[in-house]
């Protein structure tokens, strides 16, 4: 099992910036990536970015490109992702995801309520 525990949400306005973390324990050793996704109201759960374990390769939607960055600390296995320039479409709850590449298993966190007010 790998459990993911997330962090940072909160409440901020348009424009603002806002970090969120993702700790990962537990069967670490097997997973080869990590993601973040969102779903807001109503909607589906939507992918937003993800990242190797290794680090060495991302990738974000078109919806939060330039705007949002992953990133890994391998000391600490928690993948972040920094989200700049807020707009109230990203309001959400964001969910960080991981891959157990040797078992095909895929873990999710509770989940962090991220809410932009215009």
């Known amino acids: 099992q790998v459990q993911l525990v997330e962090s940072g949400g909160g409440l901020v306005q348009a424009g603002d910036s806002l970090r969120l973390s993702c700790a990962a324990s537990g069967r670490t050793f097997a997973v080869d990536t990590m993601a973040w996704f969102r779903q807001a109201p109503g909607k589906e759960r939507e992918f937003v970015s993800s990242?190797?374990?290794?680090?060495?390769?991302?990738v974000y939607s078109d919806s939060v490109k330039g705007r949002f960055t992953i990133s890994k600390d391998n000391a600490k296995n928690t993948v972040s992702l920094q989200m700049k320039s807020l707009k109230p479409e990203d309001t959400a709850v964001y969910y960080c995801y991981a891959r157990d590449n040797i078992r095909g298993s895929d873990y999710w966190g509770q989940g962090t309520q991220v809410t932009v007010s215009s």
């Open positions: 990242i190797t374990w290794s680090g060495s390769t991302t």
